[in-house]
């Protein structure tokens, strides 16, 4: 099976976390800035069959599709640079290989071959990457290779890589490897020494790279890239530096500056039309608004490794730029006490989505100050769990609870959903992915979204527990966003309240830098208003 499309393989050396994901999908930027349909597909040679197992220490946020996978992070770079919605099948995994070969294995599809890594595992790896290029109809399929070059696990993936670039022609696939060029201040000097060991590596999987990207803190000058150019045997316009930038938005316009779509684009033969990347610099430049500042607390158990809520940040970044004001992040460890000296100076605060009960106490807390000081407050997910939980204690139901963090509570205002009474297997048994939601009239919900009915993406197990609907609706609880037929609850605010909304889904996943969030835009206003007042009131 040879495909219609062409291929960008990306792989990566030196070190891991040099912004790879974030380089081919600013890649991918370019090339749609000339009118080229492009996709993506992210290899992670980890063996867990998808990422919604993982700690978020080890792998950051696990990014949620629309048809319910949970994913790599990458996926949402590319979806934001590429404004498309990503199949899950765009996240090939070791363990997603492996198990579909055994499967055919135990059919007996092999015919009594000898199963083998080469042959069987690497036509695998190559069906599941042409399968995507088939599907999406893209020109060119993206596809970045997870690690650094040289680890064991990503061995099957380079030779398949290897052969799918014989099989396609070497007009159709083109490699771009990315590096770290380090300076050595006591030397005064940069280093190409660690590019030219990866690069030979590289070679030796039988992979020639068409193009080295080099990832530095400082710019490097052109005898610098002639050197890379000379050593690692790539043309000289095709050793492209990426010093460090301020914002992850600009790095395709250095990209394009470093005249990376031209190059590609005569590389692989591609028909373009002309290139179009004004929208693309209007947004950088309204995310450099600082005329404004305010501060919003994010209060969540992994904040010390920010790429745990990376899509909740990002989204922040876009509604930001389209209120016109800069967003300082303070994040706030949930696990240590929460008081008004701790959060007294933010202008709002949002509870992200997590699991497991350490940390509940201080979100909890977070929920009280914000209702006893009319705060602006956003929870998603666990942070509207939260929500519900402490407006329902002030509101007389003493200790009441979610059953996923005290199953003998008197009042279990967040429960377990019914379908998930009978699931024993943790892994991708959430409810996932994409559903509608309708919204309720007169909401701020509603008001926000400008719409009768949207549809966001979920993972989660609990839900609000519809046999306390009524005692909250009573209490004051404004049920603004519900499923399709009524059943599960969505959406909940507050009237008396300056902005208290929380969703059982992740808007954050559906947020791009050209079009931000409904949600994330009506509370940054709300954010704004307060910080106004205060700042008022201290005057
Ligand atoms: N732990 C909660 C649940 O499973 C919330 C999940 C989340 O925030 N993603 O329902």
Redesign the pocket.
Known sequence: MISLSKYIVVTGGVVSSIGKGITSASIGRILRSYGVDVTAIKIDPYLNWDSGTLNPYQHGEVFVTEDGMETDLDLGHYERFLDVNLSGKSNITTGKVYSSVIDHERKGDYLGSCVQIIPHITNKIKDMIRKIANESHAEVVLVEVGGTVGDIESQPFLEALRQLRNEEGHDNVMVVHVTYVPYLKAAGEFKTKPTQHSTKELRSTGIIPDMIICRSELPMDQPLKNKISHFCDVEREAVINTPDVHSIYEVPLILNQEHVGEYVINRIKLETGKQDLEEWKKVVNALQQDEYQVNVGIIGKYVELEDAYMSIRESLKHAAAHVGIKVNIEWIQAENKINEEKISHLDSILI?????ERGISGKLEAVRYSLQHQVPLFG??????CMVIEFARLNGLDDAH?T?FNPETPYPV?D??EEQKKIKNIGGT??LGSYPCQLKEGTMAKDAYGEKEVSER??????LNNDYREILQEKGLIISGTSHDDFLVEMVELKDHPWFLGC?F?PEFKSRPNKAHPIFVSFLEATLLNHKQKSMHND
Do not use: A
């Open positions: 992200p989505g997590g699991f497991g998603i997910c666990l942070g509207m769990q979610s996923e967040i377990l959903m959430m409810r979920h993972r989660h197990r609990y839900e059982q992740h």
